[in-house]
């Protein structure tokens, strides 16, 4: 079938079901067109330039971004690229944790907590016990001269062409200036034009936080290199360098002052490549002069509009796969910062709309396949040299939401960074699990950075946490429900192996209970009230290795291999404490009864909910009540959080069905306290994690699939009594389109390219049973008061 042919039969489907009208373009379904444009802008927009770093617009390709200022008499990119990191190679390995750690345990099954963590922070952390820092490649000035009269400003971010433009008028002329990232090419792309001929003149200047040198090799040309920063004691090795090139229409480009002059030109494109000589955690041996040369020549044949139409055809072939329509309400005309401002106080829905696909937008920005660095706490973009947090990768939490939106939205294909970095890690881990454990199979704790140390770090309050690598093995195996893809399976296999046999080496038998537990570790960040974080077998560790042996011996089963160790999985599994309520109904945190002696009893962290969300040990159908405990901590530890602590209550809300607390907790999102004008996640500060989780919160209001079964509008707010949406997938292999009204759902096509079996379910009516031959689209329709099946 041609795309065409494809494109109309897709078209045909969705009118059958309902979803589209005669004349209406097909926008995104089930294996969604990519041609056609979207039926109402999706756009972030603003009346003023952005006065700080957190107002101004992010473009990325997946390994290049800017943030854009939109400045009329200056405009400013801060520019990044994901792999300029402090530093250079080095490794953490503490080969005196093998002494401490029988010590260490010994301590914490007797009781003696601080006195464990003592010990457990001058013998169990990596050496040094810090990690390198991402770092800011680059900055782009432009200064335009002579600008007289500046009125009718607007800047904006289109999502679905995936630019930032700023547009103003001068004298008498309109300026437009465009910005972006293209995959395609891998290189920023800035265009300066005018409605009037002669009018781009700009001064031009290129500088780096850690240049050591700079020049040009033409008129035409900038550039600026160096090196990475010493940090914690180890020399700078990684070398970069940024490379800007001028392309013109009309006028002359000259050298001035260190940088160029465009004079008098009609339009003018500013081509910006930046690389790193990274090449793996251990080789840093790249040329990234070389590169950025060979990036530029080719795009400069390529010319200037075939760059822009490679940009978009990329771009949108992912981002079209989705649609959502919850109405627009009456703010969807104001400017972006002034809708945040409003939405807690009345309707807006569409901004939740907006919201959801910014999520998308970012992640396809900061995320693409062909790189080794998944989304970072900041995604991919960071000014400053001492960024909070390192703006690394925390593995106990806001790696792992990072990644949540992904494949229900559609865009699994940003998944493959993460991937890589844990295929990394699974080396560097192997590492620590022999020195500083005498085990086998690999480790990773709460925190890792850009070399892939992968031993604890920070203290051990924070760091003594050896399941980060276990949460994002679990987290990769979503990837293979939502894709049944043979091949994928095979590459996380031993991802998944490695990270079993450790855990299966080093638990221990509490002698208390008789249980196997691991010690010494920690409920993440959270410290109980015997003075210490330290413990044994707290609920989260369980509940992650739960997940972790099931999956195994499922993977193994599937693969036809390793059956011993499949059947090793299982039995340990069954070792393993059972979460437990506590007197006050509350899901315990620990062994202990110990919730509510907490020193914090707000807690930011819900590490325990795991079950819940992103897990599926427990549902309101199947546990009711552990997901009656559950709803207690969370009403417990309130709403008001950080940014990615608001994220991950909207989801723990939408799992026990309750689409009005979750719609409140979103309020609280979209709020001027937790989203800067830039719809930015505000932890405070900026951490991207937020947008990820709200994303995926306003996802599940609409679509859940676990435990074989999808359910529609399984916590739907009052706020949303009617849309549509198309596009979303479900874990199966199945791709779902839906409209509704009054809360019901009015039409529904399902589609599932590889066949399966499952199970739907919808608010008043039986679990409907439902199994499609490869390529097969079961359509439904309300009629009658319910919801019928369609001839095929």
């Known amino acids: ?79 990044n690229e994901n792999s300029f990191f402090g530093g250079g190679p080095y490794d953490t390995t503490n080969p005196k944790a093998r002494e401490g750690l029988p010590q260490v345990r010994e301590l914490v099954f007797a009781g003696r907590y601080a006195e464990a963590e003592k010990l457990a922070n001058e013998t169990m952390l990596g050496t040094p016990n810090r990690q390198m820092s991402y770092q800011p490649l680059a900055e782009l000035l432009l200064l335009f001269p002579g600008l007289d009269g500046v009125r009718g400003y607007e800047r904006g971010l289109d999502l679905d062409e995936a630019v930032a433009t700023t547009q103003f008028r001068a004298g008498s002329a309109t300026l437009t ?42 008129h035409h040309t900038l550039w600026v290199a160096g090196m990475s920063p010493a940090q914690l004691g180890v020399e700078g090795s ?85 649609a959502l329509d919850l109405g627009a309400g009456p703010n969807g005309s104001l400017p972006t910062d002034e809708r945040i401002a ?84 699974s080396l560097t881990g192997a590492k620590v699990a022999r020195a500083m454990y005498d085990a086998p199979g690999w480790v990773a704790f709460h925190n890792t950075d850009g070399w892939r140390v992968a031993a604890p770090t920070d203290g051990a309050k924070w760091g003594l946490w050896p399941m980060g690598g276990v949460w994002l093995v679990n987290t990769l195996w979503q990837s293979w429900l939502f894709r049944r893809d043979a091949a994928l399976l095979k590459r996380l296999y031993p991802l998944l192996k490695g990270a079993a046999e450790f855990q299966l080496a080093t638990l221990v038998r509490d002698p208390k209970s008789g249980f196997m537990v691991t010690n010494p570790s920690l409920s993440p960040e959270n410290s109980h009230p015997h003075g210490s974080s ?10 992650l290795l739960r997940d972790l042996f099931a999956h195994c011996a499922d993977a193994a089963r599937e693969l036809r291999t ?51 969300y992103p897990s599926d040990q427990i549902t309101p159908e199947d546990t009711p009540a552990l997901a009656a405990a559950a709803r207690n901590v969370l009403e417990r530890r309130g709403d008001d959080t950080t940014g990615w602590g608001i994220g991950w209550r909207i989801n723990l809300f939408t799992r026990l069905k309750d689409g009005e607390h979750a719609y409140s907790v979103l309020q609280r999102l979209l709020h001027p306290s937790r989203s800067y004008a830039n719809l930015f996640d505000a932890h405070p500060p900026f951490q991207i994690d937020g947008n990820f989780g709200g994303a995926a919160g306003i996802v599940e209001m609409l679509l859940q699939s676990h435990r074989s079964r999808i359910e529609l509008l399984p916590a739907l707010p ?48 039986p679990p409907l049973p439902l199994r499609l031959a490869a390529g097969q689209t079961a359509r439904f329709e309300r009629r009658d008061g319910r919801l019928q099946r369609l001839e095929t």
């Open 718 to 765: 009052s706020a949303w009594p009617a849309g549509r949406v198309a596009g979303l997938r479900a874990r199966g292999g199945f791709e779902i389109a839906m409209s509704w009204q009054g809360g019901e759902v009015q039409t529904l096509t399902v589609a599932c390219p590889a066949g399966g079996s499952t199970e739907l379910r919808w608010r008043g009516a």
């Open 177 to 218: 200036r465009e910005v972006y990232a293209s995959a395609a090419d891998q290189l920023i792309v800035v265009r300066l034009t005018a409605d009037k001929p002669k009018w781009i003149t700009a001064d031009i200047t290129l500088t780096a936080p850690h240049q050591k040198t700079s020049g040009g090799e033409s």
């Open 342 to 425: 409003r939405f807690a106080e009345g309707q807006d829905p569409g901004l939740a709309s907006l919201y959801l696909q910014y999520g998308r937008y970012l992640l396809l920005a900061c995320s693409r396949p062909g790189s080794r660095f998944p989304a970072n706490l900041q995604g991919l973009w960071n000014e400053k040299t001492n960024p909070s947090w390192g703006s690394k990768w925390t593995i106990n939490i806001n790696t792992e939401m990072n990644y949540w939106p992904a494949e229900v939205c559609n865009i699994g294909e940003t998944i493959e960074p993460l991937i890589a970095m844990v295929e990394d890690l």
């Open 1 to 79: 079938m041609t795309p065409a042919s494809r494109r109309r039969w897709l078209q045909q489907q969705l009118l059958h079901a309902g979803l589209l009208t005669a004349g209406t373009p097909l926008l995104a379904s089930p294996m969604a067109a990519q041609n056609e444009a979207p039926p109402a802008p999706l756009r972030l927009w603003y009346r003023r330039p952005a006065d700080e770093w957190t107002a101004a617009l992010p473009v990325g390709n997946g390994r290049l971004g800017a943030m854009v200022f939109g400045g009329t008499h200056t405009e400013r990119l801060q520019i």
């Open 562 to 612: 390793d059956r011993p160790f499949a059947k090793a999985c299982e039995a340990m599994r069954d070792r393993l404490p059972p979460d437990r309520i506590g007197a006050a109904g509350q899901l315990q945190e620990w062994m202990e009864d110990w919730d509510l002696q907490a020193p914090e009893l707000q807690h930011r962290h819900v590490s325990h909910l795991y079950a819940l």
């Open 534 to 543: 330290v413990v044994a077998g707290p609920a989260m560790d369980s509940q």
């Open 238 to 322: 990684l070398p970069f360098e940024c490379r800007l090139q001028v392309v013109t229409k009309g006028g002359k480009v000259v050298a001035r002052n260190g940088g160029l002059q465009v004079q008098g030109a009609d339009e003018a494109w500013l081509l910006i490549a930046g690389a790193t000589g990274y090449k793996r955690f251990d080789d840093v041996s790249g040329d990234p002069a070389a590169l950025n040369r060979q990036t530029l020549a080719a795009a400069v044949a390529r010319g200037p509009e075939a760059l822009r139409a490679a940009h978009r055809e990329d771009h949108q072939r992912l981002f079209r796969r989705v």
